[in-house]
């Protein structure tokens, strides 16, 4: 039988199987079998492709999934965001929630991808993989894929570099003129990108590369060189002797939230007062809605780094066991993204204020990371030595040159015949093709590592006991199976959110009390409306013990009620009871 079988499939090829109704594709490991929602993730998606993206998952999966604009842009562009879980569980707001939103400068463009890859992963694996599934069923995530839509699609559709827009569009006088964005740059050779400007010159201080002629290279200090370099591409168009000195913006919406804020002559880019920008506001506006969220994931790019967003500027602001929880998450995040660097931006990056995920901290009591999307590691699996030249290699021998932009002459009203190129603007801060899913997926990885640590509340070891009069003693456990508490310190301290609540119903309560260690000899006795236990938090991987006095037999509902570590409830029994 074995060798019949065999010259079987020699003679009749696998194709004429896919044919008789078996598939003709096989799933690779870590992905959707048959994804609802077919996504290219080896490209980038501007504003009306990422909204139909939703759309169509929202569409798809509706037991799991609920798309809101939770604003609008200054364009007009409405901010969604999209809520999912498992709506069968529990309503959303009664779980442990996780935020993710990416590309609040706008040119961060793989950063968006990331946000819509997780929900796109999420939703589509949630009845293949059981991690998903458990995770859903427990843990609500509110993804904001999108924070400047306005300037993405100036970023997509007109010339730039890859560093603009970064602000949003609202207009601003950056040079002091008078006159808002009036001098941005200029495409020069009308080639949908702007590139670096050269001009010859028999005593320049720059010249090419003698390996890579595409490659401009300072002199030496005792060298002449043959060319002047002017950076970008433009011209002055408000004549003031300035080129590109005034486009769109500028101010930074990651400098203006409310945690220590500072002006724009101390922190650049602040604009006029936190919370000013109507972005800015709306997301502030969603997080004040959604107490329940305690960690939280913002996407940057670049630079290949997993930043942490508490304990910038000022010290006295640290609180050491969330500096160690966040630490070992941090640094567990390593195992996942090759090639990043695990840092404190006050300490080793560079500091900043009003940022937004200092404001997650300090102002509702989130655990927040921001990671850098993408580092020049995962061009050839080692640290670069020379940025510059890793660029240029990586794209002679992997792009086979399709991230350049070939040296052009063409005519500058100020400097007479200049040539242009360079690296284009969808190359540098961004993934190529080939390398922007794996961005995606690991990057995801971390942030649903981070997620899955969020608690996990259950009632346990109930016990009813008898005494004399008609009196009986309920005792419970609540136990916290995952690692990050139900509040951090910040929260306890500030008083951001109210403490955990311990709830019993179905008879006359007399007493009431907590044991927060099984080593405490006694219960900590709460003379006022002891129904209701109140304690500050359940600590992770550990338990509490609730114990009541009440008069009366029956049933007996335990509700557990914490705003960052979810809501459950038990019915409990004597045991001769039906």
């Given at each position: 039988m074995f060798k019949f079988t065999f010259f079987y499939l020699l003679i009749f090829p696998l194709s004429l199987f896919a044919q008789s109704g078996l598939p003709s594709t096989l799933k690779a490991v870590g992905a959707p079998n048959d994804p609802a929602v077919e996504v290219s993730w080896n490209r980038y998606h501007d504003y009306a492709g990422m909204t139909d993206i939703l759309n169509e998952l929202n569409n798809a999966y509706q037991n799991l999934s609920s798309l809101e604009s939770i604003g609008k842009s200054y364009e007009g562009k409405d901010l969604w965001c999209i809520t999912i879980t498992n709506f069968e569980s529990g309503k959303p707001e009664d779980k442990p929630a996780y935020y993710i939103d990416a590309s609040i400068h706008a040119n961060e463009a793989q950063a968006v991808e990331v946000a819509l890859y997780t929900a796109w992963f999420l939703l589509e694996t949630y009845d293949e993989i059981d991690f998903t599934k458990q995770l859903l069923n427990r843990v609500t995530f509110y993804i904001i894929p999108m924070q400047s839509p306005d300037s993405r699609d100036k970023f997509f559709y007109e010339p730039n570099t890859a560093h603009s827009p970064r602000s949003g569009q609202i207009p601003r006088d950056d040079d002091g003129d008078g006159l808002m964005d009036e001098d941005g740059y200029d495409d020069l050779n009308n080639d949908g990108f702007i590139t670096q400007m050269r001009i010859k010159s028999k005593y320049g201080r720059w010249k090419t590369d003698p390996d890579d002629s595409r490659i401009m290279v300072r002199c030496k200090p005792d060298e002449i060189g043959s060319y002047d370099l002017i950076w970008s591409e433009g011209i002055d168009n408000d004549g003031d002797g300035i080129i590109n000195e005034d486009g769109d913006g500028y101010y930074d919406p990651n400098r203006n939230w409310g945690r220590l804020w500072r002006p724009h002559y101390i922190q650049y880019g602040a604009d006029r007062y936190p919370f000013s920008l109507p972005e800015t506001k709306a997301i502030e506006n969603f997080l004040s809605k959604h107490p329940n969220i305690l960690g939280s994931q913002s996407y940057h790019n670049t630079g290949g780094m997993i930043l942490i967003g508490p304990y910038q500027n000022e010290a006295d602001f640290r609180f050491e066991d969330d500096l160690q929880l966040i630490d070992f998450i941090g640094k567990?995040?390593?195992?996942?993204?090759?090639?990043?660097?695990?840092?404190?931006?006050?300490?080793?990056?560079?500091?900043?204020?009003?940022?937004?995920?200092?404001?997650?901290y300090a102002g509702h009591g989130i655990m927040s990371f921001v990671n850098e999307l993408w580092t020049q590691y995962n061009m050839f699996r080692e640290d670069p030595e020379n940025s510059t030249e890793t660029i240029y290699k990586f794209d002679k021998y992997l792009l086979f040159g399709d991230a350049f932009v070939d040296w052009e002459e063409v005519e500058h009203p100020k400097y007479g015949k200049v040539e242009v190129g360079g690296i284009k603007k969808t190359f540098g801060r961004m993934p190529p093709s080939f390398l922007l899913e794996e961005e995606c997926h690991r990057n995801m990885a971390f942030t649903l590592m981070h997620a899955d640590m969020l608690p996990q509340l259950s009632i346990e070891n109930e016990k009813i006991d008898e005494l004399d009069g008609g009196l009986y003693k309920i005792t419970v456990d609540i136990i916290n199976k995952r690692l990050m508490p139900t509040k951090l310190s910040v929260d306890k301290e500030y008083k951001i959110t109210r403490p955990d609540w311990i709830e019993i119903s179905g008879a006359e309560v007399i007493s009431g009390g907590i044991k927060k260690s099984e080593y405490d000899k006694d219960f900590s006795a709460q003379e006022y409306k002891p129904e209701k236990l109140m304690i500050e938090r359940i600590d992770g991987n550990s338990k509490v013990t609730a114990s009541w006095l009440v008069s009366g037999s029956g049933s007996y509902t335990i509700k557990v009620n914490s705003i960052k570590g979810?809501?459950?409830e038990k019915v409990i029994k004597p045991k001769n009871t039906n």
């Open positions: 567990k995040g390593l195992e996942l993204l090759p090639g990043y660097k695990y840092i404190n931006s006050y300490k080793d990056f560079y500091p900043t204020y009003g940022d937004e995920t200092n404001w997650h979810g809501k459950i």
